[in-house]
């Protein structure tokens, strides 16, 4: 982690005290579905957030959810918690996105529709790791937004665009002429706010997930799997589900659930 970096993350405003309340509920093993519940009710610009994202047409719900008892049921806690920690996260942060070629609509598009795969293809499959799989897949690209910052201030945009044209490699551009890639800087940032190790495990080895700690290989795989099929222009293509297959083959996860995730997400 470069100097530069690591004092843009010491830099970043605390958390507000809704998600220390979200996780302190989520952590809690004696807490319950209506815990989750009342904490969420209290805020009502994060509860409008969190049924406008249940309710996108990724999740294939027939019926509108109006309720967020409705969306934690039907969703669980863990994944719930994912909806209102990007929530919550996102309005954290300045966006300008520019040095990857995408504007702000876009990068949210990118986390809706790798968080909308995860959940379709692991939900039912996989439920138990949906705690960290869900603010994974919706948190895992925030490392990009202060990389692109480091990148405007430095003057270097035209360095990194020639990067990714000549490496073919969004992380590989970014070590090149940052130091650092995205799953580093947002594992950083997770860890400086203090979310659960096994989230920030997940997120810095989502790309080799051989390095994750036991527990957490299945997860990062899991990830690298999602984040290789829907790559930053959030355009899923034959080439980028190609290569993901291949890696759930070579991890030995579930192709059928993936194959029919896709048909969803499609």
Not at 81 to 100: E, M, N, T
Not at 165 to 177: I, K, S, T
Not at 214 to 243: E, M, W, Y
Request: aromatic share 6%; charged share 25%.
């Amino acid at each position: 982690m470069t100097e530069e970096m690591l004092k843009q993350i010491k830099q970043l405003p605390p958390l507000p005290e809704s998600a220390m309340q979200i996780e302190a509920v989520y952590q809690d093993p004696d807490s319950s579905f209506n815990d989750m519940v009342k904490i969420l009710e209290k805020d009502p610009l994060l509860t409008a957030d969190i049924l406008k994202a249940a309710n996108s047409p990724l999740y294939g719900f027939s019926r509108e959810i109006n309720a967020i008892s409705q969306a934690v049921g039907l969703f669980g806690m863990g994944t719930v918690r994912g909806f209102a920690l990007a929530s919550i996260v996102k309005k954290s942060f300045s966006l300008d996105l520019s040095p990857y070629g995408i504007n702000n609509d876009m990068f949210s598009a990118l986390s809706k529709k790798q968080h909308g795969l995860i959940t379709s293809w692991c939900m039912r499959k996989e439920n138990k790791l949906m705690g960290i799989l869900s603010p994974a897949a919706f948190l895992v690209e925030i490392g990009k937004v202060l990389i692109a910052k480091q990148i405007i201030n430095d003057g270097k945009q035209e360095l990194f665009r020639d990067a990714l044209l000549n490496l073919g490699d969004v992380e590989a551009a970014e070590r090149e002429v940052v130091g650092v890639d995205t799953p580093e800087v947002s594992a950083t940032v997770f860890a400086h706010w203090r979310f659960e190790k096994g989230l920030v495990d997940v997120i810095r080895n989502c790309t080799n997930p051989d390095q994750a700690e036991d527990d957490d290989k299945r997860a990062a795989q899991i990830l690298h799997v999602v984040r290789v099929c829907v790559p930053i222009n959030g355009v899923v293509t034959d080439d980028s589900i190609a290569k993901a297959k291949a890696l759930i083959e070579k991890y030995e996860l579930n192709l059928e659930s993936f194959e029919t995730a896709i048909e969803n997400l499609k």
